[in-house]
């Protein structure tokens, strides 16, 4: 069993940077592929970034040149550092894991982030 904790939400202002983290208990070998996914209240949930353990990352091309996925192996954990963030960012962000990309079945329970001035 693989249990995901996001932590680093909050509000910020229009132009500020976040950085969210994503710790993953329970075995490596089911966390190979972690990523970032959000959901406005109405709306399906989005695909933002992912990445593996051997360094390969991917972004939503809306979020290009604005966020970057990053993992500490070690701890388990990956990283999502978000800069000059926009209003319409404001979402519940959601961390997802699995063995692989085509196979990621792990889900936390979401932080807020909201951008606002």
């Known amino acids: 069993q693989v249990q995901l904790v996001e932590s680093g939400g909050g509000l910020v202002q229009p132009g500020g940077s976040l950085r969210l983290a994503c710790a993953a208990s329970?075995?490596?070998?089911?966390?190979?592929?972690m990523g970032w996914y959000r959901q406005v209240p109405g709306k399906q949930r989005e695909f933002v970034a992912t990445?593996?353990?051997?360094?390969?990352?991917y972004y939503a091309d809306s979020m290009k040149g604005r966020v970057t996925i990053s993992r500490d192996n070690a701890k388990n954990t990956a990283y999502l550092q978000m800069n000059n963030l926009k209003p319409e960012d404001t979402a519940v962000y959601y961390c997802?894991?699995?063995?692989?990309?085509?196979?990621?079945?792990?889900w936390g329970q979401g932080t807020q982030v909201t951008v606002s001035s």
């Open positions: 997802r894991a699995g063995p692989s990309i085509a196979i990621m079945n792990y």
């Open positions: 990445s593996t353990r051997d360094g390969n990352a």
């Open positions: 329970g075995s490596m070998l089911v966390t190979n592929a």
